[in-house]
């Protein structure tokens, strides 16, 4: 079948480190639909290889975001534990095809999260929150893509890297975030610029999770989307996101 021919040169792309060409110049009427029965297929290969699901990423619900890729609508992808990085560890470039970087705030859920909720039901079923960063590797020639691309190739996730957990009681509706390399700061901005608060990310992502037929379970991190745009990374770099009232997170990037 076709989706499942797609979704393995996603898979094989993201598995081999390789660019792929974009699927819409071949198939320029794929749907958004379609886009997630390409995506999910293609992280079941990985589940078949042993990966297992720890949450889903929310992305481009920040305006600079959005405006960094030329795609203006809130997409999500399926977060595996072979993603997950060490926080203050290394990421080897060489797994990746041109990975970026983007400060992030992570969700960790104590409860199930299903359909239309409003913010309160979602922040009622947070556990805790963190200071995070998403790797990002579009598989997708020059990081170019349209909206059904990006959301096959599992909206670019490849890697996400978590600080320290802390209470739900703080309030990070508008809390400063600076992204530095090497000491020097190459994104400013505020949670805020995430959809006005991080925790629509969440109630987004209920929402769009249970379109797929879906949910978001007890134990699942929900990665709320960058504030700023992303940073490309090079070799011998360390990156840091520092957020006000959730102290940091760092990487460091090898060959
Ligand atoms: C798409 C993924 C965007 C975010 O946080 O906005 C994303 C991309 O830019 O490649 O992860
Ligand atoms: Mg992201």
């Given amino acids: 079948m076709e989706l499942h021919k797609l979704a393995e040169i996603l898979d094989s792309a993201a598995k081999n480190a390789t660019a792929t060409p974009q699927l819409t110049l071949s198939h320029p009427h794929l749907s958004v639909e379609d886009a997630y029965k390409i995506q999910a297929i293609s992280i079941g290969h990985r589940y078949d290889r042993g990966e ?25 992808g399926r977060l595996t534990h072979a993603m997950l990085l060490e926080e203050g ?15 992030e705030i992570a969700f960790l859920l104590n409860k199930p999260l299903k359909g239309e909720i409003t913010a309160l039901e979602a922040l009622d079923a947070v556990e805790a929150i963190a200071p995070a960063m998403e790797i990002i590797d579009s598989r997708y020639e020059n990081f170019k893509f349209s909206l059904p691309d990006v959301i096959a190739d599992n909206s670019s996730s490849s890697g996400l890297v978590i600080g320290s957990w802390f209470s739900k009681q703080i309030d990070i509706s508008n809390i400063g975030m600076v992204m530095s390399v090497d000491g020097r700061a190459v994104e400013i901005g505020s949670s805020a610029a995430i959809l006005g608060n991080p925790v629509r990310a969440l109630v987004a992502a209920a929402r769009m999770v249970a379109q797929s037929g879906e949910q978001l379970n007890a134990g699942d991190i929900v990665l709320a989307g960058a504030a ?8 011998g770099e360390t990156i840091k996101l520092e957020v006000q009232d959730l102290g940091f997170v760092s990487i460091s990037v090898e060959a």
């Avoid at 560890?89 to 400060?103: F, Q, T």
Wanted: aromatic share 6%; hydrophobic share 40%.
């Fill in 228 to 235: 700023t745009a992303a940073y490309a990374v090079s070799v």
């Fill in 52 to 76: 297992r699901p720890i949450g889903v990423k929310m992305g481009l619900t920040s305006r600079a975001k959005m405006k960094q890729v030329g795609v203006d609508e809130v997409i999500w």
């Fill in 89 to 103: 560890g290394h990421l080897n470039k060489s797994n990746y095809v041109h990975p970026r970087i983007e400060p």
